[in-house]
């Protein structure tokens, strides 16, 4: 499958950076990708996506520093600008794409603002379906800044070991450990999931609430979130990206990612696990002729059946009751010689009765070069989901008070 992949405002915008990043060269999913921002400062620091595909909108109207989480505001922004952005994505390569995928965190104004007119917009134009890729607001967030509060990057969590994060300057120096103090991300994260309802072709959102640690700010924590949840959508998509030097035996494809997240906004959370395996052989040359190591049996089974309890039952991109989902795909990847047949048939139906014996789709990955077995889980049409149902209880006591 080939997506056209769309980050709008901050969130959307890093996600997609990260995307781009984590997808493998030789099995490239992304057809195209875009990054659009009110805020003009933060478009340079996407340095995957090309240049010419960063896209600074609603200076026309005074906005050079982002929405500052102004959601009407950022509503009719999208609608006036959605046209201009449409004209920037035919520049690209829209028309071979299978279908899109828009990358947003809710809970602010610009990525909340312009996704339901983009994806109307789409939808409109095109056949293909429309996913969203929505982050969900953490509590923290809501907590007005205090007076003194740390600043971003300042807080006392060590960072993490491998990040690349290294951002300084002023663009965020008098933000909180959060980021911007968000006091209405709840309503407005849940305003612009009922505006999705009946226009994205699904909605996979991420539960920055789960994902970030105890104590963790935003800011220290959002590189690592990203990357965790690129990895997730990688594996899945990927899976389905036409690749020239290994055929799985059960091939994913658009169609089949298709009908399991379904066409009628259906809430899909991901599931991952992964096992670093014993490759040996030498890892010169195409990998054509090279020997396939010797696996013992017991080990590839193992590994499968234990990638495959992790994607199952490790946390989510949003937790939800499992056996709640409609509809799920299981995809098992890895070096062809640990991809146990038997182990993979039966991860299917350990994943058929977690979500009470609804049919599910399987397929599998092989990776000559990889150096893991993994397994990616997709549970469709899951609520529902009680984080949705906490944020929307948030929005009715701000209602209240
Ligand atoms: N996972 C993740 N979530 C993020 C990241 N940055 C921001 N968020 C979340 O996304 C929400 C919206 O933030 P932004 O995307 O920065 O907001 P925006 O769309 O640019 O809108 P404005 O800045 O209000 O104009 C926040 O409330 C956070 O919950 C990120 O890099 N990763
Ligand atoms: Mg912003």
């Given at each position: 499958?080939q997506l056209e992949?769309i980050?709008?405002?901050?969130?959307?915008?890093?996600?997609?950076?990260?995307?781009?990043?984590?997808?493998?060269?030789?099995?490239?999913?992304?057809a195209d990708?875009?990054?659009?921002?009110?805020?003009?400062?933060?478009?340079?620091?996407?340095?995957?996506?090309?240049?010419?595909?960063?896209?600074?909108?609603?200076?026309?109207?005074?906005?050079?520093?982002?929405?500052?989480?102004?959601?009407?505001?950022?509503?009719?922004?999208?609608?006036?600008?959605?046209?201009?952005?449409e004209?920037?994505l035919d520049?690209g390569a829209s028309a071979a794409a299978d279908g899109f995928l828009v990358?947003?965190?809710?809970?602010?104004?610009?990525?909340?603002?312009?996704?339901?007119?983009l994806v109307a917009t789409l939808q409109r134009r095109y056949d293909e379906p429309v996913y969203?890729?929505?982050?969900?607001?953490?509590?923290?967030?809501?907590?007005?800044?205090?007076?003194?509060?740390?600043?971003?990057?300042?807080?006392?969590?060590?960072?993490?070991?491998?990040?690349?994060?290294?951002?300084?300057?002023?663009?965020?120096?008098?933000?909180?450990?959060?980021?911007?103090?968000?006091?209405?991300?709840?309503?407005?994260?849940?305003?612009?999931?009922?505006?999705?309802?009946?226009l994205?072709s699904?909605?996979?959102?991420?539960?920055?609430?789960?994902?970030?640690?105890?104590?963790?700010?935003?800011?220290?924590?959002?590189?690592?979130?990203?990357?965790?949840?690129?990895?997730?959508?990688?594996?899945?998509?990927?899976?389905?990206?036409?690749?020239?030097?290994?055929?799985?035996?059960?091939?994913?494809?658009a169609?089949?990612?298709g009908?399991?997240?379904?066409n009628?906004?259906?809430?899909?959370?991901?599931?991952?696990?992964?096992?670093?395996?014993?490759?040996?052989?030498?890892?010169?040359?195409?990998?054509?002729?090279?020997?396939?190591?010797?696996?013992?049996?017991?080990?590839?089974?193992?590994?499968?059946?234990?990638?495959?309890?992790?994607?199952?039952?490790?946390?989510?991109?949003?937790?939800?009751?499992?056996?709640?989902?409609?509809?799920?795909?299981?995809?098992?990847?890895?070096?062809?010689?640990?991809?146990?047949?038997?182990?993979?048939?039966?991860?299917?139906?350990?994943?058929?009765?977690?979500?009470?014996?609804?049919?599910?789709?399987?397929?599998?990955?092989?990776?000559?070069?990889?150096?893991?077995?993994?397994?990616?889980?997709?549970?469709?049409?899951?609520?529902?989901?009680?984080?949705?149902?906490?944020?929307?209880?948030?929005?009715?006591?701000?209602?209240?008070?």
């Amino acid at each position: 499958m080939q997506l056209e992949v769309i980050g709008i405002g901050g969130a959307g915008c890093q996600i997609v950076d990260a995307i781009r990043a984590a997808e493998p060269a030789d099995r490239s999913f992304v057809a195209d990708v875009f990054a659009f921002d009110t805020d003009g400062e933060a478009l340079p620091k996407y340095t995957d996506v090309p240049e010419s595909h960063r896209y600074q909108y609603g200076q026309d109207v005074g906005l050079d520093a982002g929405l500052d989480g102004e959601l009407q505001r950022g509503l009719e922004v999208g609608e006036e600008h959605v046209d201009e952005l449409e004209r920037v994505l035919d520049r690209g390569a829209s028309a071979a794409a299978d279908g899109f995928l828009v990358a947003v965190g809710l809970g602010g104004a610009t990525g909340g603002g312009t996704v339901p007119a983009l994806v109307a917009t789409l939808q409109r134009r095109y056949d293909e379906p429309v996913y969203v890729l929505a982050t969900l607001p953490a509590d923290r967030e809501f907590e007005p800044a205090v007076d003194g509060a740390p600043e971003a990057g300042r807080a006392d969590t060590p960072p993490e070991n491998g990040g690349g994060s290294s951002e300084s300057g002023s663009a965020i120096a008098s933000e909180t450990a959060n980021g911007p103090s968000r006091p209405n991300a709840a309503a407005n994260a849940i305003e612009t999931l009922e505006r999705l309802d009946g226009l994205a072709s699904a909605i996979v959102p991420f539960d920055n609430e789960r994902w970030l640690r105890t104590g963790e700010g935003l800011v220290d924590g959002r590189d690592r979130c990203n990357r965790e949840l690129a990895r997730r959508v990688t594996a899945v998509f990927a899976a389905s990206a036409a690749s020239g030097d290994s055929v799985a035996e059960t091939v994913i494809d658009a169609s089949d990612i298709g009908r399991v997240m379904g066409n009628e906004t259906a809430v899909v959370s991901l599931g991952y696990g992964e096992q670093p395996v014993e490759t040996g052989g030498s890892r010169f040359g195409l990998g054509l002729f090279a020997t396939e190591p010797d696996v013992e049996t017991s080990s590839a089974v193992s590994a499968v059946e234990t990638v495959v309890r992790k994607g199952i039952h490790d946390t989510l991109t949003l937790e939800c009751e499992r056996d709640a989902a409609e509809r799920a795909l299981l995809i098992v990847g890895g070096p062809p010689a640990w991809l146990n047949r038997r182990a993979i048939a039966e991860g299917r139906g350990t994943l058929e009765s977690t979500i009470g014996g609804r049919g599910i789709l399987g397929g599998d990955a092989p990776r000559p070069d990889g150096e893991a077995v993994f397994a990616a889980v997709v549970f469709a049409d899951v609520e529902p989901v009680d984080r949705l149902e906490e944020l929307r209880a948030a929005t009715q006591e701000r209602h209240r008070v």
